[in-house]
């Protein structure tokens, strides 16, 4: 959640964006993104078991998966887990340095692998090395397809327009209707959003508060989507 890993930083983003690497979400703030998100799928499923408080063992995590599309060294894709939200978090990155790194601290070894996954007593952690843009040839390498419960994050704080784009299209075209997106820092581009658009806004288009490592007390804005299946007559 921390690597704007291609296209480099935009114009004017905040002091926090350097170049390829800047600050990401706090575990707390990530709890507050997961429970937002898992309380608008239970809203649109009801009928869908999820849960109303922070998972136990005995109980299923909200979530399929979590995808953290940027992931740095994976502290965002641990912390999803960790937190109980999903039972197999991922994280796609294309710096290899970061890549290794987070390979280092899941394994306790750095790997050559192009993937490395760490099993838990209930979560699945695991790093991609690639280009968040080709997500439909990432995704062959889960071994798992994705499906309505799926719940992707980006920290594109630093993004430019056309890498989001890219990136959150690419979800689209693999992914079924009724994943969710969540954007730390930004809108996603007008063209995906309006009526024609691929993504739904969630919360009438306003942002959600989540903490990160450059505004630990306020927060900052993360905005939330949802892409509804054709059969959907509720909006957000």
């Not at 798992?144 to 799926?150: A, I, L, P």
Request: charge should be negative.
């Amino acid at each position: 959640a921390g690597s704007s890993g291609i296209d480099g930083p935009a114009a004017g983003p905040g002091a926090h964006c350097v170049e390829a690497t800047y600050g990401e979400i706090t575990v707390e703030g990530l709890n507050t993104v997961l429970t937002a998100l898992r309380d608008e799928a239970k809203s649109k499923a009801p009928n869908t078991t999820l849960l109303a408080s922070s998972p136990t063992s005995q109980q299923k995590s909200p979530f399929d998966a979590f995808v953290d599309l940027g992931a740095g060294v994976g502290r965002t894709a641990t912390a999803a887990a960790l937190l109980g939200f999903t039972e197999q978090s991922l994280g796609v990155e294309l710096g290899r340095e970061r890549f290794s790194m987070g390979c280092a601290a899941l394994q306790g070894a750095t790997t050559k692998e192009e993937h490395a996954p760490l099993q838990g007593a209930r979560a699945k952690i695991t790093l991609f090395h690639g280009d968040i843009r080709q997500w439909a040839a990432l995704a062959s390498k889960t071994g798992s397809d994705c499906s309505s419960r799926w719940v992707f994050y980006v920290g594109a704080e630093c993004f430019r327009d056309a890498l989001l784009s890219a990136a959150a299209e690419a979800v689209a075209a693999a992914c079924p209707p009724g994943i969710f997106v969540a954007v730390l820092g930004r809108r996603l581009p007008q063209n995906l959003t309006t009526t024609n658009g691929i993504f739904l806004p969630l919360r009438g288009g306003e942002p959600l508060l989540a903490k990160t490592t450059w505004n630990p007390n306020e927060g900052s804005d993360v905005f939330l989507y949802w892409i509804p299946g054709p059969q959907r007559t509720d909006s957000a």
